[in-house]
């Protein structure tokens, strides 16, 4: 089955620099992959996703980009703000009825002001 | 928008003893998920319905049963409680051949 392996489990930036997670999915079926982020004891919140038909894409400050020869992607936050804290989880599936998400271990981002 | 709801927000339990988790999802969404976070861990999938049959299954114990029902709403079951089972429980949906999945705000079970 699927197995997506996510890096580095925390980062801590300075307020306005930029943040980047990356992933790596095992299951070349998968062609779906979102971005959550959570806040401590709060739901997964849907940030940003990318569909395997395209490289990338931006939201914003948030940005995405998948590479599926090396079945990795990424996430770029720009100019990172302290309500950007939070864990961020990456997640990968296959485009059927009721398919799971795969998550990734979670990003502990930190931003310091 | 409307949400996914879920209830109870949080429960407590003894060992041994069983519950059931309820998730109402989004309007017109027709498939719903269930996920299980303990602390500091990443969801885990445990099963899927869309139209009311089951359509994935994950690591899900065979004390934990799930259904959906005819107006889409879906019930967790849960049996012989233990301690280990301490989590939470999140339901998402999502619509049809849609890919996004919106989470509810979670359950909170606490086993003693």
């Known amino acids: 089955g699927e197995n997506v392996e996510q890096h580095p489990s925390t980062l801590s930036v300075q307020e306005g620099d930029s943040a980047v997670i990356k992933c790596t999915y095992s299951d070349s079926a998968s062609n779906y992959f979102p971005w959550y982020k959570q806040e401590l004891g709060k739901r997964p919140q849907l940030i940003i996703d990318?569909?395997?038909?395209?490289g990338e894409k931006k939201d914003q400050r948030i940005a995405v980009t998948l590479n599926k020869t090396a079945k990795h992607f990424s996430l770029h936050i720009t100019e990172t703000q302290p309500e950007d804290s939070a864990v961020y989880f990456c997640?990968?599936?296959?485009?059927?009825?009721?398919?799971?998400?795969?998550f990734g271990a979670g990003t502990i981002l930190r931003v310091k002001s | 928008a409307a949400g996914v709801i879920q209830s109870p927000r949080h429960l407590i339990k003894e060992k041994r003893e069983t519950a059931t988790l309820k998730c109402y999802p989004i309007p017109r969404h027709d498939t719903v998920y269930w996920y299980q976070q303990g602390p500091g861990q990443d969801p885990q999938f445990l099963i899927s319905f869309y139209e009311k049959m089951q359509s994935d299954k994950g690591s899900i114990p065979d004390r934990f049963s799930a259904q959906q029902f005819s107006d889409y709403h879906s019930e967790l079951n849960m049996s012989s409680l233990e301690l280990g089972d301490s989590a939470l429980y999140f339901c998402?949906?999502?619509?049809?051949?849609?890919?996004?999945?919106?989470f509810g705000p979670g359950t909170r079970l606490t086993v003693t």
């Open positions: 998402a949906s999502s619509s049809g051949l849609e890919y996004e999945q919106y």
């Open positions: 990318i569909r395997s038909n395209v």
């Open positions: 997640a990968a599936s296959k485009r059927e009825y009721g398919n799971k998400l795969v």
